[in-house]
């Protein structure tokens, strides 16, 4: 059943732009690697302090080996100055008219 994952950390929007704008060829392969083994959306939201990564996977178990053996998103959180480990929630996507 496809999943939204939501991962919360405390991190500097800006300098994670910075950062991204300066190595967008690292952010493409990491986009490119959850796709071949899953993800189907992927997008990031920042407010005040705290900037979300918003995907969506067919389970959790898939996102979550995909995560784990990933060696570039703690160097892309890191440059984004993450303030301790990111907070990650899983949602049930439901099925109702309406949606885009």
Known sequence: MPVI??????????????????????MEGISAAGQAVGATRHTFAAAGDEVLVIDEWPDEATFQKF????????????????????????????DVPGQF
């Open 67 to 94: 995560f784990d053996s990933q060696t570039e998103i703690p160097r892309v959180m890191q440059e984004a100055g993450a303030q301790g480990p990111p907070e990650i929630t899983f949602y049930r996507k439901l």
């Open 5 to 26: 994952m939501i991962l919360r950390l405390k991190a500097d929007a800006t300098a994670l732009e910075r950062f991204t704008d300066a190595n967008p060829g690292l």
